[in-house]
């Protein structure tokens, strides 16, 4: 059995494909196909509150693209799921509409609180205590979605218009920041230790790049030095002697703002990385929705 997860995102666009196993009454997955596009639709989201012919084009395409990968594959179910960049455009649901048509996939536009709860549904909790605090810190393109844990419950979620492409563009404003410290002052303070856990493609590749040994978190003083130490190459550097994306050599730098901002705020010394994001999130989401049904 095979489960494909669809996430457009506001800088790129995912496909994951992913094994289902199931073992004496459990099922997890297995990673099998991850395929990254970086199509950027917040650019024109975020500054024109609208999708460009040629990107609205090149997503439908994309799409087409996977929907044929997904009936190559036997996929038995999927879910896609677009986010801030869509949520914001105008045509979004034209955009939607199209993709039906040309590609034969259904698409939602999924608002803040959904979004967080998907990341959440990764289940990026399990190798870690229960009994503690934690504040899950998810960084994206166009939005931060923030969820609060404690023992195990959710205490508080919200998601806010702060995101990479956001800040590289100057559509993040003061009032969003604002907000975000707010909400994290409110929740946080009748909380003590709180550790953090960080999602998204960003935070992954800070991971990779901070060379810390298997599952041990990332301290906020190592981030402080790798933002530092990303920060005095220009863009081009980054690509040429760093060896990154092009499309991650910017956004890296505003992520290492909001992250360190975050756990600055919620005096949060150390954060561990589970290396998921939205797609792991949404497969485990087809899991539930039809594991459940059969059981």
């Known amino acids: 059995m095979r ?27 297995k990673k099998n196909t991850l395929i990254r596009v970086p199509l950027r639709l917040g650019d024109d989201a975020f500054i024109n509150q609208h999708i460009s012919d040629k990107k609205a084009t090149d997503l439908v395409k994309t799409m087409y693209a996977f929907r044929n990968l997904m009936d190559v ?3 038995g179910d999927y ?16 955009i939607v509409k199209q993709i039906k048509e040309q590609a034969n996939i259904d698409l939602e536009i999924v608002l803040g609180q959904a979004e967080a709860r998907i990341i959440y549904a990764s289940h990026a909790e399990q190798n870690i205590d229960r009994t503690k ?9 166009g939005s931060t979605e923030l969820s609060l844990f404690s023992s195990g ?36 303070r009748h909380f003590k230790n ?12 800070l991971y990779k790049l901070s060379e810390e040994k298997d599952n041990s978190p990332l301290t906020f ?36 703002e909001i992250y360190l901002s975050v756990m600055k705020w919620a005096g949060i010394k ?7 994001g939205m797609v792991d999130g949404i497969i485990q989401t087809l899991i539930d929705k039809n594991y459940v049904k059969f059981h």
């Open 133 to 141: 605090n934690y504040l899950y810190i998810d960084v994206g393109g």
């Open 194 to 205: 709180i550790s953090g856990i960080g999602t998204g493609g960003n935070i992954n590749k």
């Open 3 to 29: 489960y494909a997860a669809i996430d457009i995102g506001s800088n790129a666009v995912r496909l994951l494909i992913a094994d289902i196993i199931e073992n004496d009454g459990s099922v997890s997955f």
């Open 79 to 94: 879910m896609a799921c677009a986010t801030s960049a869509m949520r914001e455009a105008k045509n979004g649901d034209h």
């Open 270 to 276: 150390s954060m561990h990385v589970p290396s998921v």
């Open 73 to 75: 594959y036997k996929v």
């Open 153 to 188: 419950d959710l205490v508080a979620s919200k998601s806010f218009n702060i995101g990479t492409i956001r800040i590289l563009d100057n559509q993040d404003t003061e009032e969003s920041w604002n907000s975000m410290r707010e909400f994290i002052r409110e929740h946080t």
């Open 221 to 256: 003083n190592k981030l402080k030095s790798l933002y530092g130490y990303l920060d005095s190459f220009s863009l081009k550097d980054r690509i040429n002697v760093l060896g990154l994306n092009q499309d991650r050599a910017d956004v890296i730098i505003p992520a290492c």
